[in-house]
């Protein structure tokens, strides 16, 4: 399977806790970016890196959060603190510079009890 | 800010058309896209369109545009159970690459 996959599918955690997912973008896509998605509304988007560069973040990205992509390939984001207003699905995206669409991955899905 | 408006649910019947429609405020998007998203999984991206286009078609889908009144549709032709789902409408525009997207119409195809 050549699409972008995320890891874990889903978490459970304990307020106050910290959580790291992981994207794996589709290999020849240099951009990629992290949305999150709460019940009955549509994606919005948190952060976006053209190869290990993060060049937007979006007011969303508190500073509990913190979004890497060393080498250009695979990302992390990772919640410190975690909140149960956190509690979402973590949606991750790449494209190819030069190509409009965004491929999605099937997400991670976090609860905070 | 930019803003994307959808209608939230529409039922139809097998074999049907199905119309879902989307209005945007952003005067200066270039693209504009429907995503489908089935219970508990991330976003199937259908089709999209250029802003200097008026209209798409790819087998069952047909997309309009109406750039002055910023209104976009997604027909479905013959629509099918397996068509059930949300459907997202989502634009981008040339300062920024992230998508702003509606709030999903939820299609139900009745048998």
């Known amino acids: 399977d050549t699409g972008v996959s995320q890891n874990p599918r889903h978490k459970i955690t304990k307020r106050g806790q910290n959580v790291t997912f992981r994207c794996d973008p589709i290999?020849?896509?240099?951009?990629l970016y992290w949305y999150r998605q709460t019940l009955g509304q549509g994606p919005e988007f948190l952060t976006y890196f053209q190869n290990e560069a993060q060049l937007e973040k979006s007011r969303l990205l508190s500073d509990r959060f913190s979004a890497e992509r060393p080498k250009g390939s695979f990302s992390t984001l990772e919640i410190q603190r975690t909140e149960q207003g956190d509690s979402a699905m973590y949606l991750c995206?790449?494209?190819?510079?030069?190509?409009?669409?965004?491929?999605f991955g099937p997400g991670t899905r976090l609860l905070v009890l | 800010g930019e803003d994307v408006e959808q209608s939230l649910f529409l039922s139809v019947r097998e074999g049907d058309s199905s119309v879902i429609n989307c209005t945007y405020t952003d005067s200066s998007s270039t693209y504009l896209y429907w995503y489908k998203q089935e219970p508990g999984a991330g976003l199937q991206l259908l089709t999209y369109i250029f802003s200097n286009m008026d209209m798409k078609q790819d087998q069952r889908l047909t997309v309009l545009l109406n750039k002055k009144d910023k209104h976009l549709s997604l027909r479905i032709a013959d629509t099918q159970t397996g068509d059930s789902a949300i459907y997202f409408c989502a634009e981008s525009d040339t300062g920024r690459r992230a998508l702003t997207f509606g709030s999903g119409t939820r299609l139900q195809v009745q048998p």
């Open positions: 290999s020849e896509h240099n951009r």
């Open positions: 995206a790449s494209s190819s510079s030069g190509v409009e669409t965004q491929y």
